[in-house]
């Protein structure tokens, strides 16, 4: 893997890259739900700090070791010390258990796709309709088989290039449609209360499940914590300049999970009330089509919409089953067929129990969950806390922030070295400990 290692060309490239991993369902499906569920605007205050503070830095961390090492995460961290490999390893986990999850939800965007370019947006807007869907086990898992085939496809055929082309005109696009969206939303009647519970912090809102959602979801959103930034780090330039480019893929990744906000939770206030911003998981599956079927050209408008969403979707799944693949192949030193068919069982073993378990399994509870819901608890809420504390400590006392500096420094002044230093020993480790300790007393 290593010795054809290539690099982006162009600066561009490796944000776009780097922004098509981060930007996905995280954004437009995940956020949204745990903001409605978790207090609205108080749980937006807080992602926000967290971005700017933890985020950042541990993403300016991860991008910074990659290009150093020009190694994937397993390797990258046995190459600076070999008694923290294990962080490696343990961040190698991470996408492989959030691989098949994902794209059991990739497969509900693809059903809802194909439902709005036939022409039954109408139907996909009637109650129940959602419920209906994911407990009919067959087709889940119908429409999961497609999605991961297509992402094996793409690995297989090595098309991730004309992916990340397609992606550069696409996401621009989602972001333009879900702005307009977002706009129909707010003037919705009755949003007016939405606008103000998703934009407004309510002190009395805070809770510290709230808190360690809105860590969570900033991990999972960023694809932080799973080795995937270190992995994009080692094919960045020296010349790249990397504390802009993460403060570009931050910031824009935050945007589009504001706006896909913004987008439902004041429509859910004016479809459904109140008591639906604890839907969960099925949040905007049940909220958007409601939105599409009472606007003009509503159908046009859900198909395109359910398209770029799916692209979203593509782009980062792929970027988590490549990150799979090559950890086999690296640490296993596994063909690339051995690799891609080792990752295909994870997907069968861990997919098909999280597509039947909202149906004929649902009876099945880990810790009160389903297993999907299981999947992204131990992976976002555990796992991905655990490894982000002992990055930090790892740059912060082991390899010390000045060898992170110095990288950045290659190319131009790190201008936020100061707030990074301190982000990256103090304020990040504790905080993430914290909040990660408070979920178990
Ligand atoms: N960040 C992606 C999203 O928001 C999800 C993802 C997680 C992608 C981990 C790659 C790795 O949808």
Not at 33 to 54: E, M, S
Not at 180 to 193: C, H, M, T
């Amino acid at each position: 893997m290593s010795d054809n290692r290539g690099s982006f060309t162009s600066r561009i490239g490796f944000v776009l890259a780097a922004a098509g991993s981060a930007v996905g369902l995280g954004n437009i499906w995940r956020f949204p739900y745990l903001a409605a569920k978790n207090g609205g605007g108080i749980f937006l205050l807080i992602y926000i700090i967290l971005v700017l503070t933890v985020g950042i830095a541990l993403m300016t961390a991860e991008i910074t070791i990659g290009r150093k090492t020009g190694l994937s995460v397993c390797s990258a961290f046995k190459k600076l010390n070999k008694k923290w490999a294990f962080v490696g390893v343990l961040g190698a986990i991470v996408p492989a258990i959030i691989l098949p999850y994902y794209s059991v939800i990739g497969g509900w965007v693809l059903k809802y796709l194909v439902a709005f370019c036939e022409g039954f947006g109408a139907e996909t807007a009637e109650d129940g309709f959602f419920g209906g869907f994911i407990s009919s086990s067959a087709s889940p898992l119908f429409w999961y088989i497609i999605f991961i085939g297509l992402v094996t496809i793409i690995i297989v055929y090595g098309v991730q290039k004309g992916i990340e082309r397609a992606s550069k005109i696409l996401m621009p696009l989602l972001v333009i449609l879900t702005i307009i969206v977002a706009i129909y939303s707010i003037f919705l009647p009755g949003a007016g209360a939405g606008l103000v519970y998703y934009l407004k912090p309510d002190f009395a809102n805070l809770s510290w499940s709230g808190v360690l959602n809105a860590m969570s979801q900033m991990f999972y959103s960023l694809s932080l914590a799973m080795g995937i930034m270190i992995t994009y780090g080692s094919y960045v330039q020296k010349k790249e300049n990397i504390e802009t480019a993460v403060t570009h893929i931050a910031l824009f990744d935050t945007a589009i999970a504001f706006l896909a906000g913004l987008m439902i939770i004041p429509a859910v206030f004016s479809f459904m009330g109140p008591e639906a911003l604890n839907a969960g998981p099925g949040l905007m599956f049940i909220t958007l089509p409601k939105v599409f079927n009472s606007m003009t050209g509503g159908d046009f408008i859900g198909a395109v919409f359910f398209i770029l969403v799916f692209f979203a979707a593509l782009t980062s799944a792929i970027s988590l089953m490549e990150a799979v693949v090559a950890s086999f192949q690296d640490e296993f030193n596994f063909s690339r067929t051995k690799a891609i068919i080792a990752t295909l069982i994870i997907c069968v073993v861990l997919g098909v129990p999280s597509s039947m378990g909202n149906g004929a399994w649902s009876g099945f509870l880990i810790m009160g969950m389903d297993f999907l819901s299981f999947c992204d608890y131990i992976s976002n809420n555990i796992m991905m806390p655990v490894v982000a504390v002992l990055t930090c400590v790892f740059v912060g006392y082991v390899i010390k922030p000045q060898a992170i500096v110095e990288e950045v420094e290659l190319s131009n002044t790190f201008k936020k070295k100061k707030l990074f230093e301190l982000s990256i020993k103090f304020f990040a480790p504790v905080c993430i400990f914290i909040i990660l300790v408070s979920q178990f007393v």
